[in-house]
């Protein structure tokens, strides 16, 4: 994820958040096939669920249905203090589809954008695959592996992301770090990403309560003194006008709670303790402005199938993670990743850490990502296990421009690597998009697993 700003990602309205567990509600995971392959053409089915991202789900008092956190403020009677807020506060189960526009069907998850539901209308989700018991997140370790998966993201238009990503979240949520947290992965506990959040409403067990501000572009959102930070590979950002694959690592193992300096907000960007600008591959920004989107190679007003391979230096899971390579499959056709046309860059097709800094020095970016250790950082997350997320989101700091437009804004187009994808400048502005663009949607499909070759 790349917004400039540690501002909220994702939009909500008329919830709240926490840590206990509610009874208001039933809590019933939706389904999903996922199948896990050994070699070519041997694949097998995997039962697993979906549980939705806490941060979304209505908090009330642990003995009533009276809200902890309303609008974008706490309920100063409940929530005096984070531990006593952690204890007074039941976070409760979900309407998947009738609130959230959470479906799923067979081997197939949809996240619709904006749903009016029951009793609120809700923006955007967030989404963790859980193993095959149901208990806790499905842990992946892709070294030496690949991962492959269908996307129709045909109804996805400028300033939307439909996301699909991994963290190093714990397993379980944090439940078992932080006593307090008493909800855990069942109920979508335990966020991280490098962009280090400072909207989640609990960390480490917690309340974000204290320094709480409300966001000034978003009524039922604001950050707090602390974030949530951990290594994240974006496997896949992207709008029917743009895509982008991104390691970005972190100087911290695990989730990790942040303060100050350390969360890199703002100014301090560069500072803190993970790059959050990562080390993105968007064939638009490298020079390919005729590859994917509607109509062009990749034709995104059609699904099509996303194969990301991670290798290694001895083509063991052992190994030290050297490359991410990308290809697509569509209508039956396999094609190889866009190659790099950026004067003084050269022809990359991949990232490696030597992709990662020529990209830095031609666009003239800072290189946080091989100051923390680059791939190999990456690769050890793997190692330690990451959680797989789908989202859908809007973005309150920078209006996705970073992934569908010209960003930054105030300078020339031109420049190298400013031009990131054909959206207009003026696009992708919450307020707007969350009006005009609410029946949109993303359906991420077969999801594949397994050793180099053997899911497409």
Same mark, same amino acid.
């Given at each position: 994820?790349?917004?400039? #700003?540690?501002?909220?990602?994702?939009?909500?309205?008329? !919830?709240?958040?926490?840590?206990?567990?509610?009874?208001?509600?039933?809590?019933?995971?939706?389904?999903?096939?996922?199948?896990?392959? @050994?070699?070519?053409? %041997?694949?097998?089915?995997?039962?697993?669920?979906?549980?939705?991202?806490?941060?979304?789900?209505?908090?009330?008092?642990?003995?009533?249905?009276?809200?902890?956190?309303?609008?974008?403020?706490?309920?100063?009677?409940?929530?005096?203090?984070?531990?006593?807020?952690?204890?007074?506060?039941?976070?409760?189960? #979900?309407?998947? #589809?009738?609130?959230?526009?959470? @479906? @799923? $069907?067979? %081997?197939?998850?949809?996240?619709? &954008?904006? @749903?009016?539901?029951?009793?609120?209308?809700?923006?955007?989700?967030?989404?963790?695959?859980?193993?095959?018991?149901?208990?806790?997140?499905?842990?992946?370790?892709?070294? %030496?592996?690949?991962?492959?998966?269908?996307?129709?993201?045909?109804?996805?238009?400028? =300033?939307? $992301?439909?996301?699909?990503?991994?963290?190093?979240?714990?397993?379980?949520?944090?439940?078992?770090?932080?006593?307090?947290?008493?909800? =855990?992965?069942?109920?979508?506990?335990?966020?991280?990403?490098?962009?280090?959040?400072?909207?989640?409403?609990?960390?480490?067990?917690?309340?974000?309560?204290?320094?709480?501000?409300?966001?000034?572009?978003?009524?039922?959102?604001?950050? =707090?003194?602390?974030?949530?930070?951990?290594?994240?590979?974006?496997?896949?950002?992207? $709008?029917?006008?743009?895509?982008?694959?991104?390691?970005?690592?972190?100087?911290?193992?695990?989730? !990790?709670?942040?303060?100050? *300096?350390?969360?890199?907000?703002?100014?301090?960007?560069? /500072?803190?303790?993970?790059?959050?600008?990562?080390?993105?591959?968007?064939?638009?920004?490298?020079?390919?402005?005729?590859?994917?989107?509607?109509?062009? *190679?990749?034709? *995104?007003?059609?699904?099509?199938?996303?194969?990301?391979?991670?290798?290694? %230096?001895?083509?063991?899971?052992?190994?030290?993670?050297?490359?991410?390579?990308?290809?697509?499959?569509?209508?039956?056709?396999?094609?190889?990743?866009?190659?790099?046309?950026?004067?003084?860059?050269?022809? &990359?097709?991949?990232?490696? /850490?030597? &992709?990662?800094?020529?990209?830095?020095?031609?666009?003239?970016?800072?290189?946080?990502?091989?100051?923390?250790?680059?791939? #190999? *950082?990456?690769?050890?997350?793997?190692?330690? =296990?990451?959680?797989?997320?789908?989202?859908?989101? /809007?973005?309150?700091?920078? $209006?996705?421009?970073?992934?569908?437009?010209?960003?930054?804004?105030?300078?020339?187009? !031109?420049?190298?690597?400013?031009?990131?994808?054909?959206?207009?400048?003026?696009?992708?502005?919450?307020?707007?998009?969350?009006?005009?663009?609410?029946?949109?949607?993303?359906?991420?499909?077969?999801?594949?697993?397994?050793?180099?070759?053997?899911?497409?």
């Amino acid at each position: 994820m790349f917004p400039a #700003a540690s501002l909220l990602a994702f939009s909500l309205l008329a !919830t709240a958040y926490g840590q206990q567990i509610g009874t208001l509600t039933a809590e019933t995971h939706p389904r999903i096939t996922v199948q896990q392959c @050994t070699s070519a053409n %041997n694949c097998q089915t995997q039962q697993h669920t979906v549980v939705l991202d806490s941060n979304w789900r209505w908090l009330h008092a642990t003995g009533s249905s009276t809200n902890c956190y309303t609008g974008n403020s706490w309920d100063a009677s409940l929530c005096p203090d984070p531990v006593t807020c952690a204890s007074n506060c039941a976070l409760d189960g #979900a309407d998947y #589809a009738g609130t959230y526009g959470i @479906t @799923t $069907n067979g %081997n197939a998850l949809t996240l619709k &954008f904006v @749903t009016q539901g029951p009793y609120s209308k809700n923006i955007g989700s967030r989404v963790y695959l859980m193993d095959q018991n149901d208990s806790n997140y499905e842990m992946f370790n892709m070294n %030496n592996q690949e991962f492959t998966f269908d996307v129709d993201m045909s109804n996805l238009p400028c =300033g939307l $992301n439909g996301a699909l990503y991994f963290v190093e979240m714990d397993a379980d949520g944090g439940k078992s770090r932080f006593p307090s947290n008493k909800a =855990g992965s069942k109920y979508g506990t335990g966020y991280c990403d490098t962009q280090c959040p400072q909207d989640i409403k609990f960390i480490n067990g917690q309340a974000n309560i204290l320094g709480w501000e409300g966001s000034p572009s978003d009524p039922n959102a604001g950050t =707090g003194q602390f974030g949530t930070c951990c290594n994240e590979m974006d496997v896949w950002e992207a $709008n029917m006008n743009g895509a982008a694959f991104t390691p970005h690592v972190c100087s911290v193992q695990g989730q !990790t709670r942040c303060e100050g *300096t350390d969360c890199g907000d703002g100014d301090e960007r560069y /500072d803190g303790i993970c790059d959050k600008d990562g080390c993105d591959f968007n064939s638009f920004r490298m020079g390919d402005q005729t590859f994917l989107g509607p109509g062009k *190679t990749v034709n *995104t007003n059609q699904k099509f199938t996303v194969v990301t391979q991670f290798l290694t %230096n001895n083509n063991q899971s052992s190994g030290t993670l050297n490359e991410i390579r990308r290809l697509y499959v569509q209508n039956g056709k396999v094609i190889a990743n866009s190659k790099t046309n950026i004067p003084g860059l050269g022809e &990359f097709d991949s990232v490696t /850490d030597a &992709f990662c800094n020529a990209q830095k020095q031609v666009f003239g970016d800072t290189n946080t990502f091989e100051k923390l250790g680059g791939l #190999a *950082t990456m690769g050890t997350s793997f190692q330690k =296990g990451m959680a797989l997320v789908m989202s859908i989101w /809007d973005d309150h700091a920078a $209006n996705m421009l970073w992934l569908d437009s010209d960003y930054p804004t105030d300078v020339p187009a !031109t420049n190298p690597g400013v031009s990131r994808g054909p959206c207009p400048t003026n696009s992708g502005i919450p307020a707007t998009i969350e009006a005009s663009e609410a029946s949109s949607s993303v359906t991420f499909s077969n999801i594949k697993f397994g050793p180099i070759g053997s899911t497409y």
